[in-house]
């Protein structure tokens, strides 16, 4: 089924949910209701409390009106007329005012007995083109996602041409649900949020802390291993800096307020870059020292409204692999070839599939447009034809996207899915010409001139925080054991094993081996449960038998249990260690 | 000699320097003249441009003056008579005016022909006191340190009983001059500013960042050895947060401005502490959890005024290696030591001797004063003899100060000395009993009901960007080679020995080395010099012999010289992997 057409019958399935809710309430104030990835939305203002107990008799109601919409029919209204039409709508009025003030045209789109204020994109016969529907669930939202506005009621839905797309979708939302990274986070203690810190600003737990070390430390030391200059940088700069950068009115709405010290303004920093190009100036550079690849672990501020926080995967505050390579145009394709290989090979560490996982989008720049895009055709024609080189070298596929690229230069987006098939734009590899020119960055060539170099903005992995909740819902918690918080749980059957459990838990510990001993007085398999719904890799049981063969044969042995109910046998400490940091190393 | 006769002598000097300035330059405005730790200062507005070359000549007048100074007499005036006095200098009148305001006397103290507005504390006779004395440098300093004033002119000089004492101090300062942190960070490219990133924001550069990134991971790690959890928690906080915690009215003045974000006000944050309150109380906690140790690498905001700001030692916004150590109040004692033994270990490993490089001070607090202290005589007492106790079972060395407490609680501060003697608080040890009242921390105990922790707040070294100062200064930059940016270099004697010198560097950066390979094209002495110069702790020359050894030989050689200028003869290439690793592991 075509996109297109499945974003018609979901828009459509809106305005029914949106009919069935006037019948079914009268009073009820209608907002908007457009289709989104995965299905619809409608926003409303309700005259009662309603609940999730309201969204069947809104289904049932919507089934026994969509026979009698056979068509959708149009007409264009005046201001006034349109005005009339909702004068006790203040949502409607207010779109009503926008779309005069844009001089647009105003348009009723009507289906059955309801008409509703659109801009089109329906199906030409609801009754046949919707196959089967479904209510997902509610939330609140404000209106146009402003906290200083109404709080409205959002109901989420889908629809699809045929029933069996429909259960398909419902299997897979099941699915999605159970490895929802915010769930998760909770039932495994990953993560918190506290009123008193503030919103979108979580704070690890000591378990949601180690995943983070260890995926630091492995960018880091992967990126030294490349020959990047790790640095550390300051995460407030002077406001000038971002003047002097050009980042400032672009980036104005999603940079905090300014902080006032002495005479002069500080701001959080939205980015890096500018900070990487101080570090270049500090000292006369010649050919011989490009490429410089300055990267860092950067800690970044960007507005998000509240309403649009979501987990680790949206926050106020963030953590970007971050890096700026200065090298000279003839090392251009060299240098996004080397970083192509950098994320493809974190990529594989965790497993992502590229083709399936991930794919490459080459965002392209628009010539007429100067306002968005930097003036200069020469050098917009060379980037694009340089990234271009590289995805067709490596014969990588990838998309083009026109009017997609950053104000300084074409980009590759690496795009990712997560478990609810959505796509975002995880990171970039951005081309960039015109940041050179506005720091004056420069090198001594090879005929002792000064020349100007260029720059490549990228990530590997992107933000520490979206990498931690893309990862989570990918192993549905369930961490390789590189990953794992506990990497190893001691599970005596009773406390006459407790002194031996305490002797293998110890042995385990110096191995540098993530181990807890569960000395609760409870059933051993309440402890197997426990421990299995943690998801640790390796359960440890110790009983009678253990402990006895333990003293007979010399070498501590346990039973070894994994986490997926399966029986590991007999195994000796040392062989246990040896297997877990076989699979460390491996990355397993 | 007495402490207390030094700063006598260094006073009545900073009043012999005074009137030997206006003797000379009449018409200048006098303001104050301490005496400071290592001798004095006093701050002039001259009425014409101040040079280096004038201290010569001020030192002659010094000298001239200096046997009259037979005795210092003084007398009380009225406010009238000290006004009419200094009218002419606004800084004085201001002095006056504030001594006026609280109530206090005000007093003109004279030696042979000059008097001064000055509150006493001088030698008997400066004549015979007065040994030797010398001014030492000029610098801008701001009057009362407020960048809205007037920038004054200050003359730092030193004086002592005898020549023999200056001397010594002389060549004391100049070596510290040699090890000064800002310039050595300059010659060794370990950290620049930037103007356009702002005052006190430090940006290091990728040598220095390999310094810090071993020192943060060392510290991390030792501390997870030691059953610390390392946490990551956001560097921005609701303001709420601090009011609830009470720090708001002790810190607001070294808290930056609030941002605003959507209807709340949000802080940089100043410390850790609720953050990490906020994650003990994300979950219920049973008398068998505790202790609990979080710990951080946390990004702490303080406001300095630029006049104070200092290379890497006193910075706008640092990384403290902080924790609180959340406990039942009988673990108290056990977990105040450990935390000792921590100290003590880390200090170890960077060779810093307990008793010379630093020392314990028990910081008490004052039972009478309320408003500086949170009143609960008994918890006080309680927890001084925590302290005390702790101390006095390891025979610590250390003093006790009154009136130094935080408001939460008593503390042993660890006092370092720097290379030029002055003794600082590097960090402290902190017991405190009134956050777990303000924040309604509790534990199940044993019997099951609700009980109420103690918490400990501590570092373990202090601030990375102050211990990075502290150990470029300790080291005089030579860094031991488990800390050195650059481990070895490759220095071959001409071109014919590239091909071999470039597999030398290859061998050495696949095991892990930071190496570095110097293939420019000069006289090696040259490359010796830059080498020792940048106190890189082994260089290996390569030169026909080396290569001709090595071709016969089967295995790679070359021959190795020390930054002390030591010959280390020709030795292997897998023998100075070896001994490398080896200096890495004893954090040689």
Not at 25 to 35: D, Q
Not at 455 to 474: Q, W
Request: glycine fraction near 6%.
């Amino acid at each position: 089924m075509k996109t297109e057409n499945l974003e018609k019958i979901r828009h459509s399935t809106a305005h029914l949910l949106a009919a069935a809710a006037l019948e079914l309430y009268p009073g009820t104030k209608l907002t908007i209701g457009p289709a989104i990835e995965n299905g619809f939305y409608y926003d409303f203002e309700f005259q009662h409390a309603f609940s999730e107990e309201d969204l069947p008799r809104l289904e049932k109601k919507m089934q026994e009106i969509l026979p009698t919409w056979q068509s959708f029919s149009h007409r264009e209204v005046t201001a006034n007329e349109a005005k009339e039409f909702y004068k006790d709508n203040v949502y409607k009025l207010e779109l009503i005012n926008e779309i005069v003030e844009k001089g647009e045209k105003i348009t009723f789109y009507k289906s059955g007995e309801f008409e509703d204020l659109c801009r089109g994109g329906h199906s030409e016969n609801p009754s046949k083109e919707i196959g089967a529907f479904k209510l997902l669930s509610l939330a609140g939202a404000y209106w146009r996602g402003s906290e200083k506005n109404t709080m409205l009621t959002r109901i989420y839905g889908t629809a699809f041409s045929t029933q069996k797309e429909l259960d398909e979708h419902l299997v897979l939302l099941e699915e999605a649900k159970k490895r929802d990274h915010k769930k998760l986070g909770k039932d495994l203690g990953l993560f918190v949020f506290s009123d008193a810190v503030g919103k979108g600003l979580p704070l690890l737990t000591p378990k949601g802390s180690v995943v983070r070390r260890i995926l630091e430390r492995f960018i880091v030391d992967e990126e030294l291993k490349r020959d990047y200059l790790h640095v550390y940088t300051p995460d407030i700069a002077n406001l000038d800096l971002y003047k002097k950068s050009g980042h400032y009115p672009y980036y104005k709405d999603s940079m905090y307020a300014p902080i006032k010290i002495e005479d002069e303004e500080y701001m959080l920093r939205p980015m890096t870059c500018p900070h990487h190009f101080e570090l270049y100036l500090s000292e006369p550079h010649s050919y011989k020292d490009l490429p410089m690849r300055y990267a860092e672990l950067a800690h970044l501020y960007r507005f998000e409204q509240s309403g649009e926080l979501t987990g680790l995967q949206r926050v106020r505050t963030f953590t970007l692999a971050d890096a700026h390579i200065i090298a000279r145009v003839d090392q251009a394709e060299q240098m996004v070839n080397e970083v192509l290989d950098l994320i493809e090979y974190i990529a594989s560490a965790f497993q992502l599939d590229k083709g399936t996982d991930y794919h490459y989008r080459l965002s392209l720049g628009n010539r007429a447009d100067d306002k968005k895009y930097f003036k200069d055709d020469l050098a917009w024609d060379n980037a694009e034809n340089v990234l271009r080189a590289v995805l067709e070298k490596r014969k990588a596929h990838f998309v083009e996207a026109t009017d997609e690229a950053a104000f300084y230069g074409p980009k590759i987006d690496v795009q990712m899915k997560n478990v609810n098939g959505k796509e975002d734009t995880a990171f970039t590899v951005q081309y960039d010409f015109v940041m050179p020119k506005r720091f004056d960055l420069s090198y001594i060539n090879e005929e002792g001139v000064a020349a100007q170099p260029i720059v490549i903005h990228r990530s590997s992995i992107g933000a520490i925080e979206r990498v931690m909740a893309f990862l989570i819902e990918k192993y549905a918690g369930a961490f390789p054991t590189w990953l794992s918080p506990v990497q190893a749980v001691v599970l005596p059957i009773s406390d006459k094993q407790l002194d031996y459990a305490e002797k293998v838990y110890k042995a385990l510990k110096e191995e540098g081996i993530r181990v807890e001993l569960d000395d609760k007085k409870e059933p051993v398999g309440a402890k197997i449960r426990r421990a299995t719904l943690q998801k640790v890799p390796f359960l440890c049981i110790i009983g009678d038998k253990e402990k006895q063969q333990a003293a007979e044969g010399g070498l501590d042995v346990v039973s070894l249990r994994l986490r997926d109910g399966s029986d590991g046998g007999v195994i000796t400490v040392p062989d246990l260690v040896k297997r877990v940091q076989t699979d460390i190393e491996k990355k397993l």
